[in-house]
C-alpha cells in the first residue's frame, strides 16, 4: 500500500505562481512512477505530466513551459507558473505500482481575481 497526500493548493490571481507538493509513504520504494493530473468542474481528468523514478519528465502539451515536475525522494512537486483561469480544478497525485496505482484527496486550485 502507498498513502499519497497532496498540499499546497489555494486561491491565486491570473499570472501567479504556485507550488502544490505530493507526498507518498507506506511501500514508497515500490514506486515506478508519480504524476499529477487536475479535473475541472464538468470535465474528465486531465493527465499533466509525470516523473519517473529517476529524473526522467514528460508533460501534457497544455501545460508545457508553464508547469514543472520536481522530485526529492518520496515528494513530488508541481510548479505552477502563469497561471490562467483555465487552470482553475481540483490537482491530484498518482504513484504508479506494480500493485495498481495509488491516488491522493486532491487539492483545489483557484485561479481569480
Known amino acids: 500500500q502507498v498513502q499519497v497526500v497532496e498540499s499546497g493548493g489555494g486561491l491565486v490571481q491570473p499570472g501567479g505562481s504556485l507550488r502544490l507538493s505530493c507526498a507518498a509513504s507506506g511501500s514508497a520504494f515500490s514506486i515506478r512512477s508519480m504524476g499529477w493530473y487536475r479535473q475541472a468542474p464538468g470535465k474528465l481528468r486531465e493527465f499533466l505530466g509525470s516523473i519517473l523514478s529517476g529524473t526522467s519528465m514528460n508533460y501534457a502539451d497544455s501545460v508545457k513551459g508553464r508547469f514543472t515536475i520536481s522530485r526529492d525522494k518520496n515528494t513530488v512537486y508541481l510548479q505552477m507558473n502563469s497561471l490562467k483561469p483555465e487552470d482553475t480544478a481540483v490537482y491530484y497525485c498518482?504513484?504508479?505500482?506494480?500493485?495498481?496505482?495509488?491516488w491522493g484527496q486532491g487539492a483545489q486550485v483557484t485561479v481569480s481575481s
Open positions: 498518482s504513484a504508479d505500482t506494480p500493485f495498481g496505482a495509488f
